[in-house]
């Protein structure tokens, strides 16, 4: 029996093709979960940041403002900064939101201290299944809410905020952007949305043809929706905190950077979302990368791994008036 043909293989960048060979592309479900979180964890770098660079790392358990379980975020700070209030970075982390920690953030983070003198925090979030929102959004509020509490605690400047996410992170990051801006409680100045997971309708449309193939089809991003939102996605009630797609209004969210990869399953949502945030008065910046899937920072030397990391850099630089 012939193996089934690839419909997108002859469209990855050859720098990142090996990807989709060494991690097998699988449906995942729930029988598959605890094996799957287990070979991600196993994946992770198990460093020692502190010893890799000059910063502090500390782990607190900070509380939830919506009377849920408390929050873990880990903090990471250069221990020298030409900046006598630090930037503040606050990252949360993707795996579908159903796997995932802030473990995976902490080597990014730290060299973003390093270079450019931020104090970046990544929060733990409760994951999906085992809890469906609003307990990441809350988690994830929460957590930059706390620190924009303790600014000083912290040493950070209130005025200079940026939120960031990757793949579901992303998704989360929109969305705690919008309540942020309804909520107005305080303010960011900067979104960044690498590869982002923004519409749990795409789980429930036909596949692409030639987008999502690999590392992370549409059986596994279906999964990833119905686990978080707690019912079939694509119904038509859905809060734009959860799905930042079903925003009917973008207008108000601070600066926005987008990268994401051609054969990428959330190509579509990512450029309609962009899309959205220019017809709604938002400046954004958006980077389409060819042949990229949803793995490409396994690939940080390639060509386009660093033109998307030189120019997500410029834009958190330039939002907040750092250069």
């Known amino acids: ?16 093709v090996s990807a989709v060979d060494l991690i097998p592309t699988t449906d995942l479900t729930y029988s598959k979960l605890i094996e799957s979180r287990e070979n991600q964890s196993k994946m992770m770098p198990q460093i020692d940041i502190t010893e890799k660079f000059p910063v502090t790392f500390e782990i607190k358990t900070v509380p939830s403002y919506f009377g849920g ?10 221990k020298q900064s030409k900046y006598d209030k630090l930037p503040l970075y606050y990252s949360i982390h993707g795996g579908g939101m159903v796997m995932g920690s802030p473990v995976g953030e902490r080597i990014n983070n730290a060299s973003l201290a390093v270079q450019h003198g931020f104090c970046c925090v990544s929060v733990g979030y409760r994951l999906a299944p085992e809890h469906a929102q609003p307990s990441q959004l809350q988690d994830c509020y929460s957590g930059l809410k706390w620190c924009i509490e303790h600014a000083e605690e912290l040493g950070i400047d209130k005025e200079k905020v940026a939120l960031a996410g990757s793949s579901a992170g992303a998704g989360l990051a929109a969305g705690v952007a919008l309540y942020i801006r309804d909520q ?9 949305l690498i590869r982002p997971m923004l519409d749990d309708r795409t789980s429930v449309v036909p596949d692409h043809p030639y987008a999502g193939e690999y590392i992370w089809n549409n059986r596994s991003n279906y999964f990833g929706w119905k686990s978080v939102l707690g019912h079939e996605p694509g119904l038509e009630e859905v809060s734009e905190y959860y799905v930042p797609a079903r925003a009917k ?30 017809f709604d008065g938002v400046l954004v910046e958006l980077h389409v990368y060819p042949g990229y899937h949803h793995l490409s920072p396994m690939f940080p030397d390639a060509h386009y791994s660093k033109e998307g990391a030189a120019t997500s850099e410029h834009a958190l630089l330039k939002a907040l008036k750092l250069i």
Do not use: C, W
Request: hydrophobic share 45%; no cysteine.
């Open 1 to 16: 029996m012939s193996e089934p043909t690839s419909r997108s293989r002859h469209l990855i960048d050859p720098e990142i």
């Open 69 to 78: 379980p408390a929050i873990r975020i880990e903090i990471i700070k250069p």
């Open 184 to 192: 107005k409680e305080f303010e960011i100045q900067h979104l960044r």
């Open 249 to 278: 209004s973008l207008a108000g969210l601070p600066p926005t950077y987008i990268n994401i990869g051609t054969v990428d399953l959330f190509i579509d949502e990512a450029l309609l979302f962009a899309k959205q945030l220019v």
